[in-house]
Structures are given as C-alpha cells and as structure tokens.
C-alpha cells in the first residue's frame, strides 16, 4: 500500500510539475501523442494554416472577396484591354500592369499571412508575480480593485498603461487587445476586415504598401480602361466599343468605386505615417492638441521624413510567439496555481507567493486546494463524487483544520478525508463553454491548480480532474471571485 | 513525501526552483525594449548589484542596437522591399542576428556568473520581451539559507 502510494504520488508531482501546455488528457509517462506546435495551443482566436507558417484572424470571409475583386478585374484587365492597348500604344502598359498586380497581391498576402505583433499571454509565474505587486500596491483591501494602471512618462508625456485581463499583462504603450482575434497585439493600428487580420507592428508596413500599391493600381487600370474605350470608340463608336469589351464596363464600376475608398485610406495613412500615429491613437484623439495644450506626441521623430522612413524601413522585429516551435515537455514551474485566485491567496496567506510553491514542493501546506465558487461550507461532498479520492489521501495529514469558510469551498482541508476540491470546479463553471476552458486550460495548465501535497496522493483524479478544472478559470469576470476566494483562504490558513 | 517529491526533481535539477524574479521592461523611452536596472530586493543575498546592472545594460545595449534606426536598417528595408521581401528567405534580419548574439551572451552569463550563484537567467524572448526572468534555485543540502530576503521559508509556513 506504501508503494502503491507513492507510485501514485509520483505521478501525480510528475504531471503536476510538467508542462503548461499539455492537453488535458496528456500525461508525460504516457507520451503517447506526439509533441505539439505551440500555434496548435496558441490561446487566441486565430486561425493557422501551413503548420503554423500562416497566421489570420477567424473571419477570413471578407479577405477571400478582397482577393477575388483584385484578382478577378486584373483578370479581366489583362485578358481584354491589355491586347488592344499593348497593341495601340505600347507593350510597357501590361508589364507594368502586371509588376503593380503582383506586388499588390505579394503586400496583401504578407499583411494578411504574418504576425501582426501580437504580445504572447504572461506565463503563470509572471501573471503571479504582477498580482501580488497589485496587491501590495492597492494595499491588498477591497472586494474589487481599481482598475489595474501604470503610468510611465515617455519623452516628457505622462502615458498610461493598461492592465489586460486576459493576457495578464501590462501592455505596452501603444499595444492593444484587439477583441476579435482576442490577443494583444503591439504599436496596434486596426483589425482590417479586407485583410482579414490584425495591423499591428508587424505588417503595418506591408499594409501600407497594399493600399498605395492597389491605389496606384486602382488609378492605372482605371485610367486605361477608359483610354481603351475612347480610343476604340473613335474607331468604331462608343456603343460599340462598349459592345466588343463588356468586361471594361464592369471594371471601370469596381476601380470608380475602390479609388475613392482605397486612395482616401492611403492619404489617411499617409498622413498616420508622417506623424507616428496608430489608427488607433487618431480616432482617440490620443496626441490630439484639443486635448491640452501640452498635450503631443512622444513617439514623433520630430520631422516627417524620419517617421516615414521609421514606419517603413525601420528593423522588423521577429514573432514573438514562435508558431512552429514544440511545445517544451517541461518546464520548471514556481506556483503550481496560474490564476490569480489561488496564487493571491497562498501569497496573503503566506506573505509571499514564494512561500506559496515552496510548501507544495517541500513540505506540506496548509494551502487551501481551490479556490472556487461553490459556497460549500465544509460538509462532505457527495455530488463531487466523480473524482474518486484514493485511500491514502484521506490519510494525509495538512497543515491546519479548516473552518467552513463561506466563499472557498475547501472542504477538502477540513478532515483530509474529503474528495479534492477539483470536483467543486466542475460543478461551479460548467457554464463556461468547455472549448474557451480548454484553451484556457492549455495556457494555463490544471496541473499548476494549487493542491497540498496531501492532495496529490490522488493520483487518478488528478488525471480525471484537468479537465474539469479547465472550466473554472476565466479571469476577467472571476475577480471578484477572486476576492472572495482570498478571503476563504486567508480565514484558512489563518487557523 | 517531500523526500520522495525531492527525488523526482533532481532528476531534472540539482537544485529545487525556488523562487522568480521578473525584471519590467522601461518604457520611458518609448517602445523601444529596454529593461528595468532596478535590483530586485530579492537578488540582493545572492549576487552583486554591480554584475546584476552589468549584465541588463549589456542586453540592453544589445536590444538598442537591434531596434536602432539608421542607414543600416534603411538599406536592409529598402533591399527586402525591392525584393518582395524574398530576400529573408536567404538572409537573416540584423534584428534576428543580434538575437543570436543576445542569446549567446545569456548562456555564457548564466554558466559564468548566475549558475554557480544559483541563479538562472531566462532569455525575454521566451518570455515575449515583456520580461527578464531570474529563476532562484535553491540548493537541497542548504534548505536552511534564505534564497532572497522575502521569500523561502520553512518556517512561515509552520
């Protein structure tokens, strides 16, 4: 029984400890899928293709009518107007037709293919790390905290800088959390629909370059199209020049329509260029002179031709999310918890969210198992049953008893006979959609779900428990949650 | 239990992970990646302020001189626009260069100066270059000494 005992704990701390990123189901002794790509886990609502090479957002549908538009009137472009007019006038016409066809298709492929800039999410010790200076600096009172701000003086101007809850981040200045592909992406100008991705750091240039290039492109075939009408008209008459090339009627409509849109995005960006501004920045008024009279913009080089030349040619910074490489089977982890629930508490209870990884991998704690919601006040828990708790667990003895709190239902704590705390997740978040938990349980790993040591005598729910426990991690509406959780756990370990 | 527990990370450390300093990025100058020189109070037992600040105004030297703007950098986006930007198929971006460059100099730090303190630093751009990750070890045969000021501690948790 000892052995068997130990056989199961050691499994249990093995999986406990080893990787964030594993699937629910995938255990390290078992190795029985193959080692994944980190963009197979990537939490945000992108879509990859080409084994992670291409990287767009979820709606792809506007982009595909895009490229259809472009390459549908190039098509008809090349196929009806460019024989009579490479005859009439001059041969260069198509070529450099289809020099701007191609590099305004290659721009619109690199805009639409590459990373725009996004900010991966904070790994569980970092977002611990940044709860706990929170806390200290909030004074670690109330049941909801102000909103989560830094400021910071850049170029004499005072900027503030955003908490993102779901990343868990402060972001940098100029970043923003696009909503749609619900990442935060750096220097973020705006999600292009026609794209169909993020305009961020990244691509920024590339997409500048698509809409000048498709401006001039728009202007050139437009143009043409309009020679070749009134050339042939004088040779034939105008209904009948209209008669022989159907297709130029059609595409003088689509390029009327595009200039006007796609010539004024170009200026407008231009201009955005000239004076280092994001899309973003501009519609807030950000830097606007109406907002103060000491009010500009830091990031400005000061002339226009060293902020184009910056936005343009400036380095290309890499990806930081690194889509294509394997997801690392283990790394070390300091607080088994990733969410700020039971991290915040271990760290009030313990003074220090160190102490709080340490008792778990030294010695026993008195840290109550989970936080959750379910206001379960110590009583035995017959509804969890689905995780069967293993004999020794019940003999293990933590740290301290624990009093029926209101909020934190560890009745685990209470008698160490009790089944673990997991199977109150399940019950508390099985609202939340089991895929947005299961992406969030791949960031953010059960495993690191913050048990006693005692706790990990169970070794089959530990397996059983991940994906359960998935469900309950959602931190933006769970703060004050949170809260209450640390209050439980406070009372806890108090005793 | 703990023994057993022990065990099973020696057989990935020698020493059990103990704590992680994270040092912020500066954005007082702009976006531009520069970290923080501030010393963290919990490094303060286990290496010297002066290689500490050393060592973060190396890397961001290094991150300066990748981000910087100048005729280098403007010939290099010149030439990839010229090209379609085909030309990364071949050549690498200064920027990925002196990330090499970055990363080599993190490993020699840590085997010259940070291992033998117990100290390990984690390259930022694992961490997304938001943050200088130092992992503080602890040796199993001193659970007794204090890896950082605030933090370890047996006894607060009795």
Same mark, same amino acid.
């Given at each position: 029984? #000892?052995?068997?005992?130990?056989?199961?704990? *050691?499994?249990?701390?093995?999986?406990?400890?080893?990787?964030?990123?594993?699937?629910?189901?995938?255990?390290?002794?078992?190795?029985?899928?193959?080692?994944?790509?980190?963009?197979?886990?990537?939490?945000?609502?992108?879509?990859?293709?080409?084994?992670?090479?291409?990287?767009?957002?979820?709606?792809?549908?506007?982009?595909?009518?895009?490229?259809?538009?472009? %390459?549908?009137?190039?098509?008809?472009?090349?196929?009806?107007?460019?024989?009579?007019?490479?005859?009439?006038?001059?041969?260069?016409?198509?070529?450099?037709?289809?020099?701007?066809?191609?590099?305004?298709?290659?721009?619109? %492929?690199?805009? /639409?293919?590459?990373?725009?800039?996004?900010?991966?999410?904070?790994?569980?010790?970092?977002?611990?790390?940044?709860? *706990?200076?929170?806390?200290?600096?909030?004074?670690?009172?109330?049941? *909801?905290?102000?909103?989560?701000?830094?400021?910071?003086?850049?170029?004499?101007?005072?900027?503030?800088?955003?908490?993102?809850?779901?990343?868990?981040?402060?972001?940098?200045? *100029?970043? /923003? #959390?696009?909503?749609?592909?619900?990442?935060?992406?750096?220097?973020?100008?705006?999600?292009?629909?026609?794209?169909?991705?993020?305009?961020?750091?990244?691509?920024?240039?590339?997409?500048?370059?698509?809409? %000048?290039? %498709?401006?001039?492109?728009?202007?050139?075939?437009? =143009?043409?199209?309009?020679?070749?009408?009134?050339?042939?008209? #004088?040779?034939?008459?105008?209904?009948?020049?209209?008669?022989?090339?159907?297709?130029?009627?059609?595409?003088?409509?689509?390029?009327?329509?595009?200039?006007?849109?796609?010539?004024?995005?170009?200026?407008?960006?231009?201009?955005?260029?000239?004076?280092?501004?994001?899309?973003?920045?501009?519609?807030?008024?950000?830097?606007?002179?109406?907002?103060?009279?000491?009010?500009?913009?830091?990031?400005?080089?000061?002339?226009?031709?060293?902020?184009?030349?910056?936005?343009?040619?400036?380095?290309?910074?890499?990806?930081?999310?690194?889509?294509?490489?394997?997801?690392?089977?283990?790394?070390?982890?300091?607080?088994?918890?990733?969410?700020?629930?039971?991290?915040?508490?271990?760290?009030?209870?313990?003074?220090?969210?160190? =102490?709080?990884?340490?008792?778990?991998?030294?010695?026993?704690?008195?840290?109550?198992?989970?936080?959750?919601?379910?206001?379960?006040?110590?009583?035995?828990?017959?509804?969890?049953?689905?995780?069967?708790?293993?004999?020794?667990?019940?003999?293990?003895?933590?740290?301290?008893?624990?009093?029926?709190?209101?909020?934190?239902?560890?009745?685990?704590?209470?008698?160490?006979?009790?089944?673990?705390?997991?199977?109150?997740?399940?019950?508390?978040?099985?609202?939340?959609?089991?895929?947005?938990?299961?992406?969030?349980?791949?960031?953010?790993?059960?495993?690191?779900?913050?048990?006693?040591?005692?706790?990990?005598?169970?070794?089959?729910?530990?397996?059983?428990?991940?994906?359960?426990? =998935?469900?309950?991690?959602?931190? =933006?509406?769970?703060?004050?949650?949170?809260?209450?959780?640390?209050?439980?756990?406070?009372?806890?370990?108090?005793? | 239990?703990?023994?057993?527990?022990?065990?099973?990370?020696? $057989?990935?450390?020698?020493?059990?992970?103990?704590?992680?300093?994270?040092?912020?990025?500066?954005?007082?100058?702009?976006?531009?990646?520069?970290?923080?020189?501030?010393?963290?109070?919990?490094?303060?037992?286990?290496?010297?302020?002066? $290689?500490?600040?050393?060592?973060?105004?190396?890397?961001?030297?290094?991150?300066?001189?990748?981000?910087?703007?100048?005729?280098?950098?403007?010939?290099?986006?010149? $030439?990839?626009?010229?090209?379609?930007?085909?030309?990364?198929?071949?050549?690498?971006?200064?920027?990925?260069?002196? $990330?090499?460059?970055?990363?080599?100099?993190?490993?020699?730090?840590?085997?010259?100066?940070?291992?033998?303190?117990?100290?390990?630093?984690?390259?930022?751009?694992?961490?997304?270059?938001?943050?200088?990750?130092?992992?503080?070890?602890?040796?199993?045969?001193?659970?007794?000494?204090?890896?950082?000021?605030?933090?370890?501690?047996?006894?607060?948790?009795?």
């Amino acid at each position: 029984m #000892h052995l068997g005992v130990s056989e199961s704990m *050691r499994e249990c701390e093995y999986s406990q400890i080893s990787t964030r990123s594993s699937t629910p189901m995938e255990t390290p002794y078992k190795k029985r899928t193959p080692k994944k790509r980190k963009w197979e886990i990537f939490p945000g609502r992108n879509k990859f293709y080409c084994d992670g090479r291409i990287m767009m957002a979820k709606q792809t549908g506007v982009f595909y009518l895009t490229l259809i538009l472009i %390459l549908v009137t190039c098509g008809l472009f090349f196929t009806f107007d460019c024989p009579f007019l490479a005859q009439q006038l001059t041969p260069v016409i198509p070529v450099i037709g289809g020099v701007l066809f191609l590099f305004v298709l290659g721009t619109l %492929l690199r805009t /639409s293919f590459s990373d725009p800039g996004v900010l991966p999410r904070a790994s569980p010790d970092e977002a611990a790390d940044l709860e *706990r200076q929170i806390d200290v600096a909030n004074g670690g009172t109330g049941y *909801r905290p102000p909103p989560r701000t830094k400021e910071v003086v850049i170029n004499g101007q005072t900027v503030k800088l955003k908490y993102c809850f779901t990343c868990k981040i402060f972001r940098p200045p *100029r970043a /923003s #959390h696009c909503s749609l592909c619900d990442n935060c992406v750096e220097r973020f100008d705006h999600h292009c629909p026609w794209v169909g991705n993020c305009v961020g750091r990244r691509n920024y240039r590339f997409f500048y370059m698509f809409i %000048l290039s %498709l401006s001039f492109l728009t202007i050139f075939i437009f =143009a043409f199209v309009i020679t070749h009408i009134i050339l042939s008209s #004088h040779q034939n008459g105008f209904l009948s020049a209209l008669k022989n090339s159907p297709a130029s009627v059609l595409e003088v409509v689509v390029c009327f329509f595009s200039v006007w849109s796609i010539v004024g995005l170009s200026g407008f960006h231009t201009y955005l260029i000239s004076s280092n501004q994001t899309t973003n920045e501009d519609i807030k008024g950000s830097w606007s002179s109406k907002r103060g009279k000491d009010n500009y913009n830091p990031y400005s080089y000061g002339n226009i031709f060293t902020n184009c030349c910056a936005a343009l040619c400036g380095p290309l910074p890499p990806s930081l999310i690194d889509r294509r490489g394997f997801v690392e089977a283990d790394v070390p982890q300091l607080a088994p918890p990733t969410n700020g629930i039971t991290i915040y508490g271990s760290t009030q209870s313990q003074q220090s969210h160190t =102490a709080a990884a340490t008792p778990l991998l030294q010695h026993q704690s008195s840290e109550p198992v989970i936080l959750t919601t379910s206001p379960e006040n110590g009583g035995t828990l017959p509804g969890r049953a689905s995780l069967a708790l293993t004999g020794p667990c019940t003999s293990l003895p933590l740290g301290q008893p624990t009093p029926p709190t209101s909020t934190s239902s560890l009745s685990c704590h209470e008698a160490a006979d009790k089944l673990p705390v997991h199977g109150h997740t399940l019950t508390h978040n099985h609202s939340n959609p089991l895929q947005e938990s299961l992406f969030q349980h791949h960031f953010l790993t059960p495993e690191e779900v913050p048990s006693p040591p005692g706790m990990l005598h169970c070794g089959s729910p530990m397996g059983h428990s991940h994906t359960t426990q =998935a469900g309950f991690y959602d931190p =933006a509406s769970q703060d004050s949650l949170h809260e209450d959780s640390v209050r439980g756990l406070v009372k806890l370990s108090s005793v | 239990m703990a023994t057993e527990f022990h065990n099973l990370q020696e $057989l990935r450390h020698s020493a059990s992970l103990a704590n992680k300093v994270f040092i912020q990025r500066d954005y007082s100058e702009g976006t531009t990646c520069k970290f923080q020189t501030k010393f963290p109070s919990e490094l303060e037992s286990r290496i010297e302020r002066t $290689l500490f600040e050393d060592t973060v105004k190396t890397l961001n030297n290094y991150y300066a001189e990748a981000e910087k703007i100048g005729g280098q950098s403007y010939l290099e986006g010149c $030439l990839a626009c010229a090209t379609a930007y085909l030309i990364f198929l071949c050549m690498e971006t200064r920027y990925e260069k002196v $990330l090499k460059k970055i990363a080599k100099y993190i490993q020699e730090q840590n085997e010259k100066i940070y291992a033998p303190r117990g100290l390990l630093i984690t390259d930022p751009i694992e961490r997304g270059m938001r943050v200088i990750e130092i992992s503080i070890y602890e040796d199993r045969g001193s659970s007794g000494s204090s890896s950082g000021s605030s933090s370890v501690s047996g006894s607060t948790a009795r």
